[in-house]
């Protein structure tokens, strides 16, 4: 798997009540967690041939779209990745600066 893991500082900056709100719902929770998970340990070499495509994610048809430019590689247009490749016994881990939330179904 490749795991997009958030930082503490990324926690703390969610809105007002978002935290507890995903913590006192197991199925909410478990949503965002799956929203950060890709099946496939995908290397940051990798991330370049993904410029401008979609990834999906282990969330219900979620979608993650992944750019690189001068700013690094980007996730959904302004999520950072910050930090790349931390191996695993079942796949990769990428540092992001922001907890991705996924689209509620209208």
């Known amino acids: 798997y490749t795991l997009f893991a958030p930082t503490d500082e990324a926690f703390d900056g969610l809105p007002p009540g978002t935290l507890d709100g995903l913590m006192s719902s197991t199925i909410s929770l ?9 099946e496939g340990a ?6 370049v041939a993904l410029d401008g495509e979609t990834v999906s994610t282990l ?3 979620g979608q993650i779209a992944v750019s690189t430019g001068d700013d ?8 950072a990745v910050t930090e790349t490749d931390r191996v695993g ?3 990769v ?5 922001s907890v991705l939330l996924p689209e509620r179904p209208s």
């Open 30 to 38: 478990q949503s965002v967690l799956a929203y950060h998970l890709v």
């Open 42 to 47: 995908v290397m940051a070499e990798d991330v």
């Open 59 to 61: 969330y219900a048809d």
């Open 72 to 79: 690094g590689v980007m996730l959904n247009g302004d999520v």
């Open 89 to 91: 016994a079942n796949g």
């Open 93 to 97: 881990i990428h540092v992001i600066d």
